[in-house]
């Protein structure tokens, strides 16, 4: 039987499918349905927009170029604390959403262990046990849930300063700037991870889909988990595939070059 809490998302998920719809090509699979993508976007919109408005209130004298895209200085002051809120809200949906595939397992802890042949690349293929989300990437969930809900509580606890002793806001200031601090740098590394790095990522939270090469290369045990094959053979496969078009191309090549070579000869 399902919870209140699951009905309720899926309820939520229903209301977003009339909004629009996913469409997967050959070669592709859904990665983020559209629900999946409207949270992310207001998230990550919500917290830019807190992030920068935060930007100008903590240091006016070097972020004061800032404050006219809010309004000026008083506006931002205003509506700073309601794009926290707006973050906090639409972060609420997206936890609800991804709570079962972000639960920690044994295979993210051994992920983290092998993080720098990830981050300098060594393997060309992610561990077969990667699932949909690998440990890098619950570090970061986790890490913004923490953070969401030190937001929250020092957020309100700064708003509402005249009803709580001096102390308690000060500590409030404290720890809410840590907690942008570290939201700012995961956000930083996500936004890398998602482009640079990861190319065929960015389009995952666009359109919905990655390509197959992309899902067995990053996320195996997902991949075999949505077509029943397994990444390692898909992955070998290709590389066959490349060394064969790789050999048929230069064949050609040196055909056409003993064409101009025999053309060059029979020329006085």
Known sequence: MSTSVERFDERARLRAERVG???VHRGELLRHPVYTRVLHWLVAIAFVLALLSGFAIYSPWLFHWLTPLFGGGPRTRLLHPWFG???DVAFVFQFLNWLVPMAWTGADTRWLKRIRRYTTNEDKIEPAEVGFFNGGQKVYFWAIVLSG???L???LLMWFDHVVPAWIVAVSYVVHDLAALLMLAGFIIHIYEGTAAMPGTFRAMTDGTVTEKWAWTHHPAW??????????????REQRRQAERARTVEAWERE???HENTADERVP
């Open 223 to 236: 991949f075999r988990a949505v077509t029943g094959r397994d990444a390692r053979a898909a992955y070998e």
């Open 149 to 151: 809900v030190l937001f």
């Open 21 to 23: 719809r996913d469409v």
């Open 153 to 155: 509580l020092t957020g």
């Open 85 to 87: 809120l707006v973050f």
């Open 256 to 258: 056409q070059d003993a």
